[in-house]
């Protein structure tokens, strides 16, 4: 096939050919299947770019320097337009190219963006599965812990009793003599709404009581904490637990729902 002939076929795919020349293609590939071959495929090559190209919407500044090209090109001389079109199918082949090698590497950002977002989730969730089996394994403990103290031979218990507040709820308070842990369990007790907790106190014959842990309890109004004192449960006289602002009260208790003398 000859340079000028191939030039004919690659502007007939690409529809920037004159008119004349167009229709000089055309009955040369209606008596040559070769030609209407060859044109299929450039014709489905020129196509497979333009999807690959993604959806730009030229500036008017561009739209002016492509007209005025163009105005430009149809007063070319007659002399000058073969090696004109060859360079005009030149660029038009090599801005096809650009094009779809730009869509193409728009989208293989767009997919590393997307691996980098789905990695970035799954670490957050494998740190969330980490955080969350360490609180497992800290409940665990303390329920090991908690059986461990009340099944001892040296374990006495005394019970909390509910007031006015809340006439339902009882609890039981399990102590060593000279340990300063001591084991709580409750139950009976409302579920509160956010932003308030139930807190442990223990008081001193004639002190102000000393707060300790907060806790919330379950649907069921149930809860067991082990507690740790400033010094051993036997120097205590009361304990109490109150209702208080999340975060908890550090002087003046809040409302009391259960009380008991130890």
């Known amino acids: 096939m000859d340079t000028q002939l191939e030039e004919l076929l690659i502007g007939y795919a690409l529809g920037i050919l004159s008119a004349d020349e167009q229709q000089s293609v055309e009955i040369q590939i209606a008596n040559n299947p070769l030609l209407r071959t060859k044109i299929q495929q450039l014709q489905r090559t020129v196509h497979q770019l333009a999807l690959a190209a993604p959806k730009v919407q030229p500036t008017p500044l561009v739209k002016q320097q492509l007209l005025a090209r163009a105005r430009a090109s149809k007063q070319t001389s007659p002399v000058t337009r073969p090696a004109a079109r060859r360079l005009s199918l030149a660029w038009a082949l ?26 970035a989730g799954l670490e957050r969730e494998v740190a969330d599965a980490r955080i969350r089996r360490v609180q497992a394994d800290e409940r665990i403990a303390k329920a090991e812990q908690a059986v461990s103290f009340v099944a001892a031979q040296t374990t006495t218990s005394r019970q909390l009793a509910g007031t006015d507040q809340s006439p339902t709820a009882v609890g039981t308070m399990y102590m060593q003599p000279g340990n300063q842990t001591a084991v709580l369990v409750v139950d009976g007790l409302q579920p509160l709404p956010e932003g ?67």
């Open 196 to 262: 308030q907790v139930y807190q442990f106190w223990l008081a001193r014959a004639g002190q102000e009581p000393i707060p300790s842990d907060q806790f919330s309890v379950s649907t069921n109004g149930h809860a067991q904490l082990v507690i740790t004192a400033d010094s051993q449960v036997n120097d205590f006289q009361q304990v109490m637990v109150t209702i208080e602002v999340a975060g908890g009260a550090q002087t003046v208790p809040g409302t009391t729902v259960l009380a008991g003398n130890l």
């Open 94 to 119: 090599t801005l096809a190219l650009l094009v779809a090698l730009g869509g193409w590497n728009i989208g293989l950002r767009g997919e590393n963006n997307q691996l980098r977002s789905d990695i």
